[in-house]
Structure formats: structure tokens, C-alpha cells
């Protein structure tokens, strides 16, 4: 999917890793422990929704 598509708000990002577990070609976590999308992602739109919905924080949105 359009990587474009996938907004992440930092702040609400505890860093967890669970988005980065379940797509972890699209998600990285940076040295922060905020998730960030790769520069070369490629992203399932499966996986990011997956990700989207089991973000315990909700800071993935995708539009
Ligand atoms: S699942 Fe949510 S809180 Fe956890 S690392 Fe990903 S964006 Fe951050």
C-alpha cells in the first residue's frame, strides 16, 4: 500500500513494538523508541491494518 497513507503520531507512541512485530517491513523502531515507516517500506495493507487496530495507543492511523 501507499506508504503515504500511514500517519503515526509520535507522541501517543509508546514504543512497544507491536506494529513493528506484526510488519516489520514497513515499521521500525528509531533510537527514540518512536515507530517510524522504513524508507523503503514495503507495506501490506493487511499488516498495517492489523498493526493499526493492536496499537494499544492508537497512534497509527491510516488515511
Ligand atoms: S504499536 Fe503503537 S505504541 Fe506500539 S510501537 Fe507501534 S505505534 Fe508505537
Known amino acids: 500500500m501507499d506508504k ?15 506494529c513493528s512485530a506484526i510488519a ?10 518512536k515507530v517510524e515507516v522504513l524508507e523503503n517500506a514495503n507495506c501490506d495493507e493487511e499488516a498495517v491494518k492489523m498493526a493499526e487496530e493492536s496499537c494499544p495507543s492508537g497512534a497509527i492511523s491510516i488515511h
Open 24 to 33: 516489520p517491513d514497513c515499521f521500525r523502531l528509531n533510537d527514540d523508541f
Open 4 to 18: 503515504n497513507k500511514i500517519h503515526i503520531n509520535q507522541d501517543l507512541c509508546t514504543g512497544c513494538g507491536t
